[in-house]
């Protein structure tokens, strides 16, 4: 299934299911990594991070910097809020 971009500011327009997206604790563990690092990058030097993410819509992609992480969610510039339990991937340059 092809992942659909979507812009940051069109996110709070989605809703997000209570499954998590990831099956294997390796892979929620390494997400939870670079979504810190996607968070130090964006904040030291307003880089951009590539998110793949599971809405009830549809797999989504979105390009944008990661302001700051908590335990349950990533906040985007902007104030959007992605839960994380539905983060597919983390990708940065």
């Known amino acids: ?7 940051k500011e069109n996110i709070g327009t989605l809703h997000f299911g209570p499954m998590e997206v990831l099956q294997d604790n390796h892979e929620i563990t390494k997400r939870s990594r670079r979504l810190k690092r996607a968070e130090k990058l964006g904040n030291s030097y307003k880089s951009k991070s590539k998110i793949a993410f599971r809405s009830l819509e549809g797999l989504f992609r979105v390009e944008t910097t990661v302001w700051a992480t908590t335990e349950k969610f990533v906040s985007l510039k902007g104030g959007v809020l992605i839960p994380i339990h539905c983060i597919k991937g983390v990708e940065f340059y």
Not at 1 to 7: D, G, P, W
């Open 1 to 7: 299934m092809q992942r659909k971009i979507i812009e």
